[in-house]
């Protein structure tokens, strides 16, 4: 079973009340991560290497795609 399976599970098991806050928290880490690749997106570059070494990352981990 993946972790995303597993996680499903665990939230079908919830009452509504604790689902409603499952997904609001996974609506902030959603939020969080936009907020990240675009800080990366719309940085200066004035470290180069280190943003394209975070770009490379995300990219690696299927987060955006090329």
């Known amino acids: 079973m993946t972790v995303h399976e597993e996680t499903i599970a665990k939230i079908r098991q919830l009452p509504e009340s604790l689902v409603q806050e499952v997904n609001d928290f996974v609506e902030f880490l959603l939020m969080k991560h936009n907020r990240e690749l675009l800080e990366i997106a719309?940085?200066?570059?004035?470290?180069?290497?280190?943003?394209?070494?975070?770009?490379?990352?995300?990219?690696?981990?299927?987060?955006?795609?090329?």
């Open 42 to 66: 719309e940085s200066d570059f004035s470290d180069y290497l280190s943003n394209l070494e975070d770009y490379e990352e995300h990219l690696a981990r299927g987060e955006i795609q090329w």
